[in-house]
């Protein structure tokens, strides 16, 4: 399978507790993306990686979330300090920028819960 | 700022029904790309089509079309003779480019329910 890989699938997890996911893009792809959906939600952006740099972050986002993608490949996601709102699921997407733009292929996504 | 809605929360049809799901945008730049995406119930978004702010030609793709008029700036999505197995949630979204890199938006979605 060549597509987009994420782990864990699900994760539960206390309030207060640190938590990390890793997405996998497809092979050769340089861009790569993090968003979060929430129950009834469009996907909401977080950020996004040309290769190893991070190019932009929303304003959205706490302090706890932070995200890399040291070697340009695999990325991972690590919310610190986790909180009920947290809750959502996590979706990952690459894509080959050519001229501008892109076509973004999605993971199957981690769902957090924060009990 | 940039900006999709999608105004029909639900739709639901029977089997072979067409189906028209609307998308309307703002955006203030010129050069931007469109984007319709499925989300079924297992939960994968799937890419179904990319269109850019110059090329308004209709789009056909077996029982799916896509009608993108700048005039009105929507980028409507229609499946013809629906089936039971098109019954998902379809997200519209808008991408544009700037000096800052690109941004990447998604309206809140039409659940599409088909029918037998």
């Known amino acids: 399978d060549t597509g987009v890989s994420q782990d864990p699938r699900h994760k539960i997890t206390k309030r207060g507790q640190n938590v990390t996911f890793r997405c996998d893009p497809i092979s050769e792809h340089n861009r790569l993306y993090w968003y979060r959906q929430t129950l009834g939600q469009g996907p909401e952006f977080l950020t996004y990686?040309?290769?190893?740099?991070?190019?932009?972050k929303s304003r959205l986002l706490s302090d706890r979330f932070s995200a890399e993608r040291p070697k340009g490949s695999f990325s991972t996601l690590e919310i610190q300090r986790t909180e009920q709102g947290d809750s959502a699921m996590y979706l990952c997407?690459?894509?080959?920028?050519?001229?501008?733009?892109?076509?973004?292929?999605f993971g199957p996504g981690t769902r957090l819960t924060v009990l | 700022a940039q900006k999709v809605t999608q105004a029909q929360t639900e739709i639901s049809v029977v089997e072979k029904e067409d189906v028209t799901l609307d998308c309307v945008y703002e955006t203030r730049d010129t050069t931007y790309y469109l984007f319709w995406y499925k989300q079924p119930p297992s939960g994968e978004l799937v890419f179904l089509i990319r269109r850019n702010s110059f090329d308004e030609q209709n789009e056909i793709s077996g029982r799916y079309s896509w009608n993108f008029q700048k005039s009105t700036s929507s980028f409507n999505f229609t499946i013809t003779a629906s089936q039971v197995v098109d019954s998902a949630v379809y997200f519209c979204a808008l991408s544009e480019v700037d000096n800052y890199g690109q941004n990447f938006v998604f309206g809140p979605g039409t659940r599409l329910s088909v029918l037998p």
């Open positions: 990686f040309q290769n190893e740099a991070q190019l932009e």
């Open positions: 997407a690459s894509s080959l920028e050519i001229g501008g733009s892109d076509t973004q292929y």
